[in-house]
């Protein structure tokens, strides 16, 4: 397969997110991008895109429970085939940031050791570990109590821990690498364009931002 030199590759940034507040950060990343020049789509995980249409993609996704929410995983394995032949970063936001201790970044680097064992196929050129949003009035009761509790007891107050300098950091490091891989695609035998796979969303992984 040839090599074809591009100089600002075509990137997807997939999302999932619950209260919206990972959306957001997904919609900056490609705001960032676009003015750094890419042509940047962006879009839920599981709506349907063309694998033709992209040269690199960004997947984000919050932790839910010491995991990387379903819709993500469940993307990752699903278009695996693809996802080898371009470069591809994943994020997550995640609570265990709100206060970066050393044991917090500890077990934050936990979740992005687990993301990157996620496929024997894909080794991600980057994963963006970023601390999110803590707003119990989004919350419905049974989820506020099981976060209110442990939050509490650590001393975690309600709160926007989100750091956009770090998200906008980490968008121009990828961005310089999706440039320097030019839009080469690894050679996977008998790889054609294939529609990426939908993946079941859970009714309450994909909502749009709440405030938006
Ligand atoms: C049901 C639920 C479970 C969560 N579990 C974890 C967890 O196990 N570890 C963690 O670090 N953060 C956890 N969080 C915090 C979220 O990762 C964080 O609030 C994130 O910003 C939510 O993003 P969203 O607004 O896109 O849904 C949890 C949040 C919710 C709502």
């Known amino acids: 397969m040839s090599k074809r030199t591009l100089t600002a590759p075509r990137v997807h940034v997939a999302c999932a997110t619950t209260f919206g507040t990972t959306g957001e950060i997904a919609a900056d990343i490609a705001n960032v991008l676009r003015q750094r020049g890419n042509t940047v789509t962006t879009g839920p995980i599981g709506d349907g895109i063309d694998s033709a249409d992209i040269d690199a993609l960004i997947i984000g996704a919050p932790i839910h429970y010491d995991t990387w929410t379903s819709p993500a995983r469940n993307f990752v394995k699903d278009n695996e ?13 995640c609570g265990t940031l709100f206060e970066p201790t050393g044991k917090a970044l500890a077990a934050a680097q936990k979740y992005a050791n687990t993301l990157e064992r996620l496929s024997d196929h894909i080794a991600p050129v980057s994963i963006g570990q970023f601390a999110g949003v803590l ?4 919350m419905n009761f ?5 976060l209110k509790i442990p939050f509490t007891l650590m001393g975690v107050a309600e709160g926007d821990y989100r750091n956009w300098d770090a998200i906008r950091s980490w968008t121009l490091s ?14 996977s035998a008998g790889f054609e364009t294939v529609r990426l796979r939908r993946t079941p969303q859970p009714a309450d992984s994909r909502s749009a931002p709440r405030n938006s």
Do not use: Q
């Not at 085939?81 to 936001?93: K, Q």
């Not at 707003?135 to 989004?138: K, P, V």
């Not at 049974?142 to 099981?146: E, G, H």
């Open 135 to 138: 707003d119990y009035s989004r």
């Open 81 to 93: 085939a693809f996802l080898r032949t371009i470069p591809v970063a994943y994020f997550f936001t």
């Open 142 to 146: 049974a989820t506020r109590i099981a």
């Open 174 to 187: 990828l961005h310089r690498h999706f440039r320097r891989a030019g839009g080469e695609r690894v050679p």
